[in-house]
């Protein structure tokens, strides 16, 4: 947990920090107030509670995180996930009645996702050198109720990149058309290709 790089304060609800298990669980606050431009560009506010079963470093260790009154760019994020070391550097991301909303629709998110360490391991106090290769299988249900299905394999990310830095998603919907989103080659920046059948357009992540 980094507890340096971000603008909230984190504070302890119950628990001890020395004896974490299933039978003794620590439970602490994620709190961004009223809001605060957090360090990875994002305006944030509200609270995310966590309750962690265990040594994060430790295979089989787990922590659910639900949003409290949580907002990014006001949007607000509600429901929760669940992290889970599967160990060999690995943790499994799943959620739990994860949504949403943008103006005055939900987005509904139903994700398994695999993240792998792939640096900054040796440096466990300093965040900013740390990278993943992420995959994931998901259902996302938008903002004008259409469902799509969402995979990836190889996506890159980047501690100190606010964006995905490179690798590939599919979201497939009910017809089973694909859009493709090219994310690059494991750069930095904020652009992106999306191809949807023959069309292809360069976008700009926020």
Known sequence: IDSVNT???????SGDTLNVSNASPLIFDIDFS???LDNDGWDKSGVIRCTLYGFMKNTGANCSCSFVDFEIDDNTLSGGIVITNTG???????????????GNKYIYIDTDMRSTQLTGY???HNLLDNSYL?????????RYNSEFEVFSEELYKHYFCKWIAGG???LNDKNNNPQVIDF??????SEAIISIEEKVYTIELE
Do not use: R, W
């Open 34 to 36: 009223s809001g605060c």
């Open 134 to 142: 992420t995959s994931l299988t998901a259902t996302l249900t938008d």
């Open 88 to 102: 060999a550097l690995s943790l499994l991301i799943t959620t739990s009645n994860l949504k949403l909303k943008v």
């Open 168 to 170: 590939i998603a599919e």
């Open 122 to 124: 040796l440096t466990p």
């Open 7 to 13: 603008c909230a304060s984190f504070t302890l609800v």
């Open 184 to 189: 690059g080659t494991n750069s930095c920046d």
